[in-house]
């Protein structure tokens, strides 16, 4: 008999799958992804169930669970960089943990993000203003249309806010059916004295201004503020029984954005570069297209919207096992005992409010094994 996905998964619900392998190295993980591919059946990766809301009803398919660990310094890297290459199951925080103490800065306002290595460019983790698009270099994965290995620059992986070409958004396949095996980083070797932030937005939420601050105590404020959140795993805080952020901020046209609330926090989202635009010089005319420019778009925070529809802290829809975070509105969480549906319904009721008062529809974060919206 299978584990439940309740007892994998950090919502804490979830029946037990028909089949579950447990791959803990790279060879067990490309061995049961092509036989699960081979067989024809339906199957699904579960790193570490952080951003998982499996149904109620068991899972006709293969659960293959991502166990793989490890991760090692590798040569070349630019002047001033150190290379890491990282397992898929890599615990992601260990891995954060450890640079932190070897000085290299890229990935420290993304402390306690729980889950794997291996979710980190399927969905553009980020904090802070801190994204992994930053600092990946490339991916190992493997291609269900191929079965085979391939090294895939991050450049061809469509990185952007919590999306990716492998991200499983709600409603709709990827737009390439592959599963990541490893990740390379290149991180900059700052080392551990304090030094002054970058960041405008890291320096904001860590209310600190230019004065020097090491990534050590970086990352203790980053996990200070994610713990005041519920962000941070704690089996004695109801809180942190959840997929984290349930719902992606959205992004919307700059007209959109300038209807809301003057205090609505809003980012600008950088545009996509022109592509470059090739020509044949045996029938190229000498005429250039100028260049078209797309329209400014603007990210907004899907926790004001959720509280500002009405919908506070602790809100739950009468006696549900399941509700909004005491700590961030952007959180739904298992209270104990709440079953996937009480999960989703929540998710429907919270998705409708918003659309009804500020007519923005929230798209769901977490990949969805079951339930439906």
């Known amino acids: 008999m299978t584990t439940p996905l309740s007892k994998l998964t950090t919502m804490g619900v979830g029946a037990a799958p028909a ?16 036989e699960a591919w081979d067989s024809g059946d339906e199957w699904f990766v579960l790193g570490g169930g952080s951003n998982t809301l499996a149904g109620d009803e068991p899972f006709d398919g293969t659960v293959i669970r991502v166990l793989t660990t490890g991760f090692a310094p590798v040569d070349g890297a630019p002047e001033g960089f150190q290379r890491v290459v990282i397992e898929a199951g890599q615990n992601w925080d260990d891995f954060v943990a450890w640079a932190v103490s070897q000085g290299l800065a890229g990935v420290e306002a993304m402390s306690g993000i729980p889950g794997t290595a291996g979710a980190a460019p399927i969905q553009n983790v980020g904090a802070y203003g801190q994204e992994i698009v930053e600092t990946l270099v490339a991916v190992t994965l493997l291609d ?5 290995l391939s090294h895939v620059p991050a450049a061809d992986l469509g990185l952007g806010p919590r999306t990716s070409v492998l991200k499983r958004h709600y409603g709709s396949e990827p737009l ?17 004295d304090p030094r002054p932030l970058e960041s405008e937005r890291l320096r904001a939420a860590l209310r600190v201004g230019t004065e020097p601050i090491s990534l050590a105590e970086t990352r203790d404020r980053v996990l200070a503020i994610r713990a005041s959140k ?12 959840s997929a984290g952020s349930f719902f992606n901020n959205p992004i919307v046209g700059e007209a959109t954005s300038r209807a809301l609330p003057a205090d609505c926090p809003r980012w600008p989202v950088e545009p996509e570069p022109a592509a470059d635009q090739v020509f044949e010089l045996a029938t190229w005319d000498g005429q250039v297209a100028p260049p078209t420019s797309a329209p ?13 529809a009405g919908l506070a802290k602790g809100f739950r829809l009468g006696d549900s096992r399941a509700s909004l975070s005491t700590k961030h509105t952007l959180a ?25 008062e500020f007519g923005i529809e929230l798209n769901p974060e977490p990949v969805f094994l079951g339930p439906t919206l």
């Open 230 to 241: 519920g962000m941070v795993l704690d089996p004695d805080d109801a809180d942190t029984r």
């Open 19 to 34: 089949r579950m392998v447990d791959a803990a190295t790279r060879e067990e993980l490309v061995s049961a992804l092509r």
């Open 176 to 192: 390439r059916s592959a599963v990541v095996i490893d990740l390379t980083l290149d991180l900059a070797v700052v080392g551990t």
């Open 296 to 308: 400014a778009m603007v990210k907004v925070s899907a926790a004001w919207l959720i509280e500002h």
């Open 144 to 148: 269900e249309a191929t079965g085979e």
């Open 332 to 356: 739904l969480t298992n209270r104990g005992g709440a079953t996937a549906e009480e999960v989703a319904e929540l998710a429907r009721f919270v998705r409708t409010r918003v659309a009804a």
